[in-house]
């Protein structure tokens, strides 16, 4: 089984690209972890730290070849109303990560914040679709709850 040791944002070399491996919000924050990638391809992560993956790195194996990954489509609850920017603030002041857009906001599915939306007359629909939320802090990073 072939190991990987690096991510890389580019494959500006163009090392051979052997698969993808689709993962959703929560897979894509990885240090050591056992992946099987679209195709059936196993291999090991093994990063020095923990980072955070976006669509379109890639996993460079031990052999130089590389597998790009892909956001996973997963169930997000889609916020729309008149009071969007309460409701963001809300949703923020929880460190929930959040994917902010023009007109709507997509948050992970939870029933306790589903509920405080509602109660601020958001209008909500369950969607499945890739989830991007913005970066933490300086737009690096990841945001956590203050389960942490």
């Not at 690096?6 to 993962?23: A, C, G």
């Not at 195709?39 to 976006?54: H, P, Q």
Request: net charge neutral; charged share 30%; proline share 2%.
């Amino acid at each position: 089984m072939q190991t990987s040791f690096k991510v890389i944002d580019r494959n500006e070399k163009n090392k051979i690209l052997i698969d993808t491996i689709s993962l959703s919000y929560e897979e894509r924050f990885i240090r050591r972890k056992k992946l099987v990638s679209d195709n059936g391809t196993e291999f090991l992560v093994n990063l020095k730290e923990t980072i955070s993956l976006d669509e379109n790195h890639f996993f460079e194996l031990e052999d130089g070849k590389v597998i790009k990954i892909i956001s996973k489509e997963e169930n997000l609850i889609e916020i729309k109303g008149e009071n969007l920017k309460q409701i963001i603030w809300h949703v923020g002041n929880r460190h929930l990560p959040c994917q902010i857009e023009d007109t709507r906001i997509l948050i992970q599915e939870d029933p306790v914040i589903l509920d405080m939306i509602l109660k601020l007359k958001g209008n909500v629909s369950k969607v499945f679709e890739k989830f991007k939320p913005e970066g933490g802090a300086y737009g690096m990073g990841r945001t956590h709850s203050h389960k942490h």
